[in-house]
């Protein structure tokens, strides 16, 4: 409500605690008629608010903070799939989200049931030299303890 009507009017907001009436037999319009009175007399101590671009940005990065946490999970999920698979790619490479292991796992879930293709076209870079690794990590047949990382 305070982001509708505060380009048009004068608005206090204040706390609950720092306004509540006295103990009793309360009603909306005993509370209306304390708040007001109150107000009158200048004891409401208004609430800081930061300006509007202060408050969209803070909405940007809960937002961004949001996404990120979801994406994280959604990873660690994937991550999950991979090992209950006994695909140990993360044995052998540092990162299971890089453009090789991307095209490896895109490859696998074009034929889940073919472990045995070549994946040299798939790999880049450095990662080359780990070949024979991936290819057991593909078949499920490396540990933790042959993996060469």
């Not at 204040?14 to 009793?24: C, E, F, L, S």
């Not at 959604?74 to 052998?92: A, D, F, W, Y």
Request: net charge positive.
């Amino acid at each position: 409500m305070f982001n509708v009507l505060e380009d048009s009017c004068n608005i206090t907001l204040a706390h609950p605690k720092y306004v509540k009436a006295i103990r009793g037999k309360k009603t909306d319009k005993k509370d209306a008629k304390w708040i007001a009175d109150l107000f009158k007399h200048d004891l409401v101590a208004g609430s800081f608010m930061p300006p509007h671009a202060i408050r969209q940005l803070r909405d940007l990065i809960r937002y961004r903070f949001k996404r990120t946490n979801i994406m994280s999970s959604e990873k660690n999920h994937l991550q999950n799939r991979l090992t209950v698979s006994n695909i140990q790619l993360g044995h052998v490479v540092s990162d299971t989200f890089g453009k090789s292991s991307m095209n490896i796992i895109e490859k696998l879930l074009k034929n889940p049931l073919n472990t045995t293709f070549d994946i040299e076209p798939f790999i880049h870079g450095s990662i080359k030299t780990k070949l024979p690794e991936l290819e057991l990590a593909i078949d499920g047949l490396i540990t933790p303890e042959k993996a060469v990382i």
